[in-house]
């Protein structure tokens, strides 16, 4: 995810296109400035572009349909006779959806700051890749306390399962701890239990989910047939610039017709192997990662987590 570059220039084939960015490392917060300076001796109309572009598929009558649509877009002139470095600045809007995934997975988004020379038409000489990520503050003490997601029963196995999670808004880089009770009174194989944080990317009908942590207890019981399971796990939230917020995106343009919605969720996901190998009963719980927690509020321990 993020495939970011850290490269600071780029180059085209001819040595006198260049693009330098002020900033370190190609990563912006939206409402932030993007600024630099470029260089170019051809005696011709050009500009510097930034663009914000959205990729995904569209289904349309038994058909999948690559849809592109451009949802941000500033320009700035240039000087055409200059022969010495230009300088230019743009300021990002407020509300920006972040940067995701590679340009060869749908659904992604991506920017970039872009060298364009015009003649008979536009050509792209130069570009530079850019990063957004918004910085997303919550400030909601209730979601602080620990939160009760069952029970959930299984008919066709005839299982139970309670979760308790010490909450349920969490920053990058927090420990998640899960508590679960597993009641299973027909004594059924359970062949494995697997826990994993996954992040979810959601745009029209396009999904696409990757698991980010697992957890760091062993929670398989191979051929177990008790009657009770109880388990206490943790789950790391990596703490790591391309990972985006849990987030919700509306962009509407009703001039051109183009519009598009995000979510980007996480979940924790429980599947739990019943009988069988390939009998899978799956559970997800959401949960809500942010970048800071403006009020923060004691948390419950795990000792307080093993009372359902």
């Not at 296109?17 to 990563?27: A, F, G, N, R, S």
């Not at 990063?131 to 503050?137: K, S, T």
Request: with cysteine.
């Amino acid at each position: 995810m993020g495939n970011r570059q850290q490269k600071q220039q780029h180059h085209s084939h001819r040595r006198y296109h260049q693009i330098e960015l002020d900033h370190p490392d190609t990563i912006y917060l939206p409402n932030g400035i993007v600024s630099g300076t470029v260089l170019t001796t051809k005696k011709c109309k050009s500009f510097i572009l930034l663009t914000g572009i959205i990729r995904f598929e569209k289904h349309k009558q038994k058909q999948i349909e690559n849809c592109e649509i451009i949802f941000f877009s500033s320009k700035l002139s240039l000087i055409s006779s200059c022969t010495t470095k230009q300088n230019f600045r743009f300021h990002l809007n407020e509300h920006l959806p972040p940067s995701f995934n590679n340009l060869n997975i749908f659904p992604n988004i991506s920017y970039s700051i872009n060298l364009v020379y015009k003649k008979s038409k536009e050509k792209i000489y130069s570009s530079i890749p850019i990063y957004i990520y918004p910085y997303i503050q919550i400030d909601q003490p209730s979601r602080l306390t620990p939160l009760f997601f069952g029970s959930i029963d299984n008919q066709c196995y005839k299982t139970n399962i309670k979760i308790k999670i010490n909450r349920s808004v969490f920053k990058f880089g927090d420990v998640i701890q899960i508590f679960y009770e597993l009641q299973n009174p027909s004594e059924e194989y359970i062949q494995k239990i697997d826990i994993s944080l996954g992040i979810y990317y959601l745009v029209e009908s396009n999904i696409y989910q990757e698991d980010i942590s697992n957890s760091i207890e062993n929670t398989n019981y191979i051929l177990s047939k008790h009657k009770l399971i109880r388990h206490h796990t943790l789950l790391n939230i990596p703490n790591k610039t391309f990972l985006p917020a849990t987030l919700k995106y509306k962009y509407d343009e009703r001039d051109n017709r183009s519009f598009f919605n995000l979510s980007i969720d996480y979940k924790i996901q429980f599947k739990i192997y019943l009988g069988n190998p390939e009998d899978l009963w799956q559970i997800d719980v959401p949960i809500i990662v942010c970048n800071d927690l403006l009020s923060q509020t004691e948390v419950q321990t795990s000792d307080s987590l093993e009372k359902l």
